[in-house]
């Protein structure tokens, strides 16, 4: 099942998590406040992004499992990164939609292709939006892809970046946002 009320979702929760009456949110929602470092990790990948300079409120939400349940109404094939971060800012939100990845690296491109086609009207209202890749396997030559160079001008046309990096990858919000 891919939750049909997300896109007007997010917008509110990260205004007020307590105004949403869903009863799915606590599947989505894995923080919504302006911690110092906003991590998500799994098995060993962790990704990190420091919000100390300027904090601003950061909404972490689950995407496999959360947003997308997979069951007997979800497409068969359907692909979708972990997480998606939705930072607030004065203008307009940015995104960074987070696959925490084993080996099979080039999957991960498609599961945030994928993830940006299910919620690209929302992605619309975002004045960025970022992909970002974890793996725990080898140093693949992915950046030469060119499943990957897609992605990327794909994310540069909505203002954003993509990155891939082994293990774990820290950035600063400061650096996400100019």
């Known amino acids: 099942m891919v939750c049909n009320k997300a896109k007007q979702c997010f917008p509110e929760i990260l205004k007020d998590k307590s105004s949403v009456s869903c009863s799915g949110v606590t599947k989505c929602i894995k923080f ?23 904090p601003h409120k950061i909404l972490a939400l689950h995407v496999d499992g959360g947003i997308v349940i997979v069951d007997k109404n979800t497409p068969t094939g ?18 960074i939609l987070i696959e925490l990845k ?12 994928s993830t ?10 975002c004045s ?9 396997g080898g140093t693949p030559n992915l950046q030469n892809t060119p499943d990957f160079m897609r992605l990327q ?9 993509l990155s891939a ?11 996400v946002l100019a």
């Not at 919504?32 to 300027?54: F, H, I, P, S, W």
């Not at 359907?78 to 995104?95: G, M, R």
């Not at 001008?153 to 954003?160: D, E, F």
């Open 32 to 54: 919504c406040d302006k911690r110092k470092n906003a991590v998500c990790d799994e098995k060993g990948k962790v990704y990190m992004l420091e919000n100390t300079e300027d």
């Open 78 to 95: 359907l692909s979708k990164c972990d997480y998606l971060f939705i930072i607030e800012t004065d203008t307009a939100p940015v995104a």
């Open 102 to 113: 084993g080996t099979d690296v080039k999957h991960a491109v498609t599961q945030i292709e």
């Open 116 to 125: 940006l086609n299910l919620f690209s009207e929302y992605f619309k209202t």
């Open 128 to 136: 960025n939006v970022h992909g970002r890749i974890v793996f725990s």
């Open 153 to 161: 001008r794909r994310l540069k046309q909505m203002s954003g970046t």
């Open 165 to 175: 990096k082994g293990k774990i990858l820290p950035e600063k919000l400061v650096s």
